[in-house]
């Protein structure tokens, strides 16, 4: 599966943005998803994820963005949002889409996934 991340932009601190990652196959349905963000001199890091299908709908976030970030998805158009309200400017960062089969428990971890998105750069101004 390939992966097309898309919608991020500069925005006011307090503004909102909603990335968008489609993916190239059906076969998106059976896999997790998972929104990953990395700013200049970090390790990226975790945000966000939302089970596949089947799993009863499982959303998980960082700590640094619950309340203020929503993940879903559409699984008839292969796609899979990051809605961010209340942005800081140290949401600032390159963000990134990945697929996982991993088990829920590690879908935190980098390391199991195994296809990434291109990246789509979010700048939060204050």
């Known amino acids: 599966v390939q992966l097309q991340a898309s919608g991020g932009g500069l925005v006011q601190a307090g503004g909102s943005l909603r990335l968008s990652c489609a993916a190239s196959?059906?076969?998106?349905?059976?896999?997790?998803m998972g929104w990953f963000r990395q700013a200049p001199g970090k390790e990226r890091e975790f945000v966000a994820a939302?089970?596949?299908?089947?799993?009863?709908?499982?959303?998980r976030y960082a700590d640094s963005v619950k309340g203020r970030f929503s993940i879903s998805r559409d699984n008839a158009k292969n796609t899979v949002y990051l809605q961010m309200n209340g942005l800081k400017p140290e949401d600032t960062a390159a963000y990134y889409c990945?697929?996982?089969?991993?088990?829920?428990?590690?879908?935190?971890?980098?390391?199991?996934?195994?296809?990434w998105g291109q990246g789509t750069q979010v700048t939060v101004s204050s």
């Open positions: 939302i089970s596949r299908s089947g799993y009863g709908s499982s959303t």
């Open positions: 196959e059906r076969t998106f349905r059976n896999f997790h």
């Open positions: 990945a697929v996982t089969q991993i088990v829920w428990a590690y879908v935190e971890d980098t390391r199991r996934y195994t296809t």
